[in-house]
């Protein structure tokens, strides 16, 4: 491929790179992950609510990584309660899952950078071997995208599998329990999917430049000179 289109390439590659950086910052930010509607299962029974009147006792709870609101209906009018993850929920959330979802969160942006910042200089400089030339830009797109991929996985599993909305939701109630009647993953959720799908699309873009993957072209090269020293 030509070096001026293989410029336009990487230019295109690395301001990806660098709005994914972007983009996961702005999603651990203030932007929501999930977003739903919770049930007040004690005042529902207590007044044995029939279909149109659980409307009265469903409020809305939304939160991101650090901070969220609920809306709590009982069917007294809705009660809205702000709170935090660091310090007030932390005994209720499974932290090892919540801090793995905001470290990995952080090395996205940090690999996504740096891959911005080497596809530039692939670009306009003259690249080394290893780490600046195409090996390295393999690199920090397979882990710029893994990273992406585990964060979907492990906050997937901490809003699913372990209840995160009950659990903010009957957060210091103690006469009341409320259960998850309706929840969606928001805008920030579907960034970090995007940002992963994009990193996988800059791999995809290396290759469409002519580079080989450094695996296949080792194995090659070892070929030839094996065969070269058995000529001699």
């Known amino acids: 491929m030509p070096t001026q289109q293989k410029k336009i390439i990487f230019c295109i590659a690395g301001v990806l790179s660098f709005a994914c950086a972007l983009g996961t910052a702005a999603a651990i930010g203030k932007q929501l992950w999930v977003k739903g509607t919770i049930l007040c299962k004690t005042g529902a029974l207590l007044v044995n609510a029939t279909s149109q009147e659980l409307e009265k006792?469903?409020?809305?709870?939304?939160?991101?990584?650090?901070?969220?609101?609920?809306?709590?209906?009982?069917?007294?009018?809705?009660?809205?309660?702000?709170?935090?993850?660091?310090?007030?929920?932390?005994?209720?959330?499974?932290?090892?899952?919540?801090?793995?979802?905001?470290?990995?969160?952080?090395?996205?942006?940090?690999?996504?950078?740096?891959?911005?910042?080497?596809?530039?200089?692939?670009?306009?400089?003259?690249?080394?071997?290893?780490?600046?030339?195409?090996?390295?830009?393999?690199?920090?797109s397979f882990i710029s995208c893994s990273c992406g991929c585990l964060i979907m996985i492990l906050f997937s599993s901490e809003v699913k599998i372990h209840h995160l909305s009950e659990k903010i939701a009957n957060f210091k109630e103690g006469s009341f329990t409320f259960k998850t009647h309706s929840e969606q993953f928001a805008n920030s959720f579907w960034i970090i999917l995007v940002c992963s799908l994009v990193h996988f699309l800059n791999a995809l873009l290396i290759r469409l430049a002519g580079f080989e993957f450094p695996f296949s072209k080792s194995k090659d090269s070892g070929t030839i000179t094996v065969a070269a020293d058995l000529m001699y």
């Open 57 to 140: 006792f469903i409020g809305k709870i939304q939160y991101g990584l650090f901070h969220g609101e609920r809306v709590r209906q009982c069917g007294l009018g809705g009660r809205p309660f702000q709170f935090s993850f660091f310090p007030d929920l932390l005994k209720v959330l499974p932290a090892s899952i919540h801090v793995s979802v905001i470290l990995f969160c952080a090395v996205l942006i940090v690999f996504s950078l740096v891959g911005a910042g080497f596809f530039m200089y692939n670009a306009f400089g003259s690249p080394y071997e290893t780490l600046h030339g195409p090996l390295g830009l393999y690199l920090w």
